[in-house]
């Protein structure tokens, strides 16, 4: 149950930190100012809990791991409960403080940072461009926290790669979707927009699983498992 609220606290930190930056500060700090506080969400949850559950704080990431042996399926099935559960009060808790402007703020039409395609693509993608480009950037940061964990390394010293990486990908992302690479960002703020958002989320859980399969299969490749017991041993 430790590791399940770990999940949960790293998940609504990241969607606290990295959508409430979007929605209370984004005409302030613009993309690049968004995605490092993606970026930095996760580095300083990686410190915070990352010794207690590994800081997943994403499904996908949470899948890679299954998928490469690297932890039970009861165990996962309590971690993406756990982060679900984590970026839906996360989104709330944005959502109420947003209420508080002069302006008040309304989710469905605002958006909530929510993630989309087409009209509701900050730079009108399509359908196509946004399911590569979650595909590909998923795999970029599933692969990296595989690779970057494998070995008998600090976890601290993991999440500096980690944290930069997400940051990279927000970078690449958020043009195309406002960047999701991640089932449970992306369904805390639907949840509250509804409408379009629920109607386009499909596209955020179906690609971020195509990457982290598609990046486990590929660690499996580069890592094998008879080599890194030797390199932990070691």
Avoid: K
């Avoid at 149950?1 to 613009?30: H, P, Q």
């Avoid at 690049?32 to 996760?42: E, Q, R, Y």
């Avoid at 629920?198 to 179906?206: D, S």
Wanted: net charge neutral; aromatic share 10%.
């Amino acid at each position: 149950m430790r590791r399940y609220l770990a999940e949960l606290v790293g998940t609504f930190v990241l969607v606290f930190g990295g959508c409430g930056s979007a929605v209370l500060a984004g005409s302030s700090i613009g993309q690049l100012g968004v995605a490092i506080a993606f970026g930095l969400s996760l580095l300083t949850m990686v410190f915070a809990i990352g010794p207690i559950s590994g800081c997943h704080v994403n499904p996908a990431v949470t899948a890679g791991f299954l998928i490469a042996g690297r932890m039970d399926a009861r165990d996962a099935a309590g971690y993406v409960i756990a982060q679900v559960m984590g970026g839906i009060i996360g989104a709330a808790a944005v959502l109420f403080i947003a209420w508080g402007s002069p302006m008040g703020y309304d989710a469905p039409t605002q958006g909530l940072a929510a993630n989309g395609y087409g009209a509701h693509s900050p730079g009108g993608y399509d359908v196509i461009a946004a399911l590569l480009v979650e595909v590909i950037l998923t795999f970029l940061l599933v692969f990296t926290v595989l690779a970057a964990t494998a070995l008998a390394t600090p976890v601290q010293l993991a999440g500096i790669a980690i944290g930069f990486a997400l940051a990279l990908i927000h970078l690449v992302g958020i043009p195309v979707t406002n960047t999701s690479v991640n089932p449970a960002r992306s369904i805390g703020p639907a949840v509250f927009v509804g409408g379009w958002a629920l109607q386009q989320l499909w596209l955020f859980l179906v690609a971020p699983f195509i990457g982290s399969v598609c990046a486990a299969l590929l660690y499996q490749l580069v890592y094998p498992r008879d080599s890194l017991i030797a390199a932990r041993a070691d």
